[in-house]
């Protein structure tokens, strides 16, 4: 991570004296296409984890994919990430702050999730009682529905089992029900299986995304899937699609990544022209020449955009 973070400030240190206007963005950094291009020259040697790292890290300093970037561009450290996690008072999009899911190893990208969940039942916790006759009365989160899909995605079922149980025996029905389905089946069998699968759609059509996604994964196998096409159409979050997906595995390279980035992820990046986050899946996809070709399109992009 420290290397990673090294490359980006070096390769952004490039540019000091370049004289190209072309290679200028409007606030007069270097354009994110061609920061981005000779990220990907300087990495193209490396494993696909090290060249998508020093991507993401570069996406990770910026709050959007177009215009500039600075020189004080890089990626944090894991610790940092972890203490951002920490802080966590909803899971959804605390993950996207360091695009933890592009470069972080399994093992620390597990345990960004179990951080991020533990987080947001302390916050959840943390919520006022609600009194009758309040004026003005707001639906407490269940906090063990709050952390499902973490604890889920990261492989702690054991610790939110424990955790909605506890939270049913003060009264709480969201908490109840999840309990009661953690209780009542062997996810691994076919009978287990179908029932996460109806009990997904179910909250599906109750818009509870979070939840859903977490149900879907309860299957053994997971069913990774329909999780991730929940995180990327529903929650509109393709990193957090992706981070299931790598979670599942287990380790890079592996099927259940590989298909929801090919199925998945890429077709929506390049129909919506978002080269930098299509290069970011070809590297993982071992396609370097054609995630050359995404970095090059958007250097074009970036150029199109200042004139």
Same mark, same amino acid.
């Given at each position: 991570?420290?290397?990673?973070? $090294? ?25 994110? !296409? ?14 696909? &984890? ?7 890290? /570069? /996406? ?14 890089? *990626? ?10 920490? =802080? ?10 360091? #695009? ?6 399994? =093992? =620390?990208? #597990?345990?960004?999730?179990? =951080? ?5 039942? #302390?916050?959840?916790? &943390?919520?006022?009682?609600?009194? $009758? ?22 492989? #702690? ?5 424990? /955790? ?23 996810? !691994? ?7 996460? &699968? ?8 109750? &818009? ?56 998945? *992820? ?12 299509? $290069? ?14 995404? /970095? ?12």
């Amino acid at each position: 991570v420290d290397g990673t973070k $090294a490359l980006v400030d070096r390769v952004v240190a490039t540019f000091d004296d370049d004289d190209d206007d072309d290679a200028k963005s409007k606030n007069g950094g270097p354009s994110a !296409g061609r920061v981005l291009r000779r990220l990907y020259e300087a990495t193209a040697s490396s494993s696909p &984890r090290c060249a998508a790292g020093a991507i993401a890290a /570069l /996406l990770a300093g910026r709050a959007d994919h177009g215009g500039g970037v600075g020189k004080t561009l890089g *990626l944090e450290a894991v610790e940092a990430a972890k203490a951002r996690a920490a =802080e966590a008072v909803s899971f959804l999009g605390t993950h996207r702050v360091d #695009r933890a899911a592009w470069w972080a190893p399994i =093992e =620390e990208l #597990r345990q960004l999730f179990v =951080e991020s969940a533990a987080a947001v039942v #302390r916050a959840a916790k &943390r919520q006022p009682k609600i009194t $009758a006759g309040a004026a003005t009365p707001v639906k407490k989160v269940s906090a063990s529905v709050a952390a499902a899909l973490p604890y889920v995605a990261a492989g #702690r079922v054991a610790t939110l089992h424990s /955790l909605a149980k506890a939270d049913a025996s003060t009264g709480d029905p969201a908490a109840s029900k999840l309990a009661r389905l953690l209780s009542s089946f062997d996810f !691994g069998t076919d009978r287990g299986r179908n029932a996460a &699968r109806k009990n997904a759609y179910s909250l599906l059509s109750k &818009r509870d995304f979070g939840t859903a996604a977490a149900v879907f994964l309860l299957a053994k196998p997971p069913l990774v899937d329909d999780a991730a096409l929940v995180a990327l159409d529903k929650l509109e979050d393709p990193d957090l699609a992706f981070a299931i997906a790598r979670l599942a595995d287990g380790t890079d390279g592996g099927p259940r990544a590989r298909r929801v980035l090919k199925k998945a *992820l890429l077709p929506k990046f390049q129909r919506n022209d978002d080269h930098a986050m299509a $290069a970011l899946a070809l590297l993982w996809l071992d396609r370097p020449t054609a995630a050359a070709k995404a /970095l090059d399109a958007l250097g074009a992009a970036s150029v199109v955009a200042r004139d």
